[in-house]
């Protein structure tokens, strides 16, 4: 199975991310050719303040990047996890994901479910939870008879949910992310290695990157192909870019029968 990483720099300007993101997914066809294909964290918007956050907003099936995404799953015949944008439900707005298989139908739909709500010392605060709603539900889709799971960013410091997507039956687990620089730096690679080695999956962790907002937010980046024994196996510059690597389904089969930590679990 041969995927693609997607690494951006979104800001404020929709029509200006989407054609970007079409344009490298379009490269990433024609030099990679893979099954998979994965755009960051808010693709299509990555700006400031609640109401401009909103209006990026879209109410599926309808909005620019939706229609965007599905028709290039189907005019390549290639499965697209459209990173994650602001969806409008109602009265309610999700950071979600949504999944396009190779026909342009969608096949998985995830609201991201820890939202980031911190006060980091000397720099900047973030209340997700004052423009996003929260999801629930824990959400898998398959690519051919790979079964994939979805979690989003902040997702990640939370391997209850990894632990679910792996009961759920994941071999590989995606997480399109809008990590900062400066928990990046420190915590990045440790948490997605640590998210692999615990549920012995090939881990997609695909991120912004470089400067947003103005300068106001700062994006580690550093993309990565993480294998099931923890180690990496592609990783993506410092800048906007793609990066692209083929995953040994049977090495998944092969860690789990050496270390079957999937029959040992005690506490649920």
């Given at each position: ?42 693709y ?29 799953a189907a ?55 004052d ?26 410091r ?8 792996r009961?759920?039956g ?35 962790a ?61 506490l649920s």
């Amino acid at each position: 199975m041969k995927v693609s990483l997607i690494q951006m720099n979104s800001q404020n300007d929709k029509a200006e991310n989407l054609k970007t993101a079409a344009a490298m997914i379009e490269k990433a066809v024609k030099d990679e050719a893979p099954d998979l294909i994965v755009l960051p964290e808010y693709y299509a918007f990555l700006g400031e303040g609640r109401e401009n956050i909103h209006a990026s907003a879209e109410s599926f099936p309808d909005g620019d990047a939706y229609r965007l995404m599905s028709d290039l799953a189907a005019r390549h015949k290639v499965t697209i996890h459209a990173g994650s944008v602001v969806e409008r439900h109602g009265n309610n707005h999700y950071n979600t994901t949504v999944v396009f298989g190779p026909t342009g139908k969608e096949i998985a739909r995830y609201r991201k479910i820890h939202l980031f709500d911190v006060d980091i010392p000397g720099g900047t605060s973030y209340r997700e939870s004052d423009t996003i709603s929260r999801g629930e539900e824990v959400v898998t889709y398959k690519v051919g008879d790979v079964t994939v799971g979805c979690a989003i960013c902040y997702d990640i410091r939370f391997p209850e949910l990894f632990r679910k997507l792996r009961d759920a039956g994941s071999d590989v687990i995606v997480l399109p992310a809008a990590f900062t620089l400066m928990t990046g730096k420190d915590h990045w690679e440790t948490l997605a290695r640590a998210r692999a080695i615990e549920t012995q999956t090939y881990f997609l962790a695909v991120g912004q990157v470089g400067a947003h907002s103005d300068g106001k937010k700062w994006c580690w980046g550093h993309s990565m192909v993480i294998d099931p024994w923890g180690h990496i196996v592609a990783q993506s510059t410092d800048r906007v870019s793609s990066t692209a690597a083929r995953l040994e389904l049977d090495y998944i089969s092969h860690v789990r029968r050496n270390v079957p930590v999937e029959r040992h679990h005690v506490l649920s």
